[in-house]
């Protein structure tokens, strides 16, 4: 072989290998670019992630401090059972303190065997009302005072109706009413 021939033979291999090289750098380069971007996502993934479970962790705290202490007044509130006894007695009770008689007391028929929701109608969502209709009868003084008390009741009740009626100007003013008494099924 002569030294011109083995000359370009080795600047051939150089040429060759130099190429290789750049290839291989390129290629290297790419990825490692590559590379980075795909853990940089995932780092921001891993973060937004790791950020969501501290929220979540404080949300937590929040709730077992400002919730969980109230959560039997919110049964007393809206309870899951009608209590139709304890609410009768109430309501009588707080009659009896105004003054006032109470004549008479009507349920909504049941539909079907009684269950702690029957006797109730929709109200909202999730929500169910117990309506009770009675009567009192007393001054409107009286009647003041008891619906201020039916007001503070510790069970959410509302007033949906109310009439006034007088037999005759010697009887006292007979007021019949629906209390609504809300049920959480």
Known sequence: MKPKQFFYILVGVAVALAGAAGYGYYYALTMVTTTGTQLATQLGQQNAADNQIEYLGRLQNQYNR??????????????????????????????????????SVTFTSPQGLPTN???????????????????????FAQLQSFLTSVENLSRFTNVTTLSITRPDKTKPIVYAMTVNAYVKP
């Open 117 to 139: 929701v029957t006797q109730t109608i929709p109200a909202g969502s999730g929500v169910l009302a117990l309506p009770i209709n009675f009567q009192v009868s007393g001054s």
């Open 66 to 103: 400002e919730i969980v202490p109230i959560l039997s007044r919110l049964d007393d509130v809206l309870p899951h059972t009608k209590n139709q006894t304890e609410l009768l007695a109430q309501l009588q009770t707080l009659a009896a303190s105004a003054g006032l008689t109470i004549s």
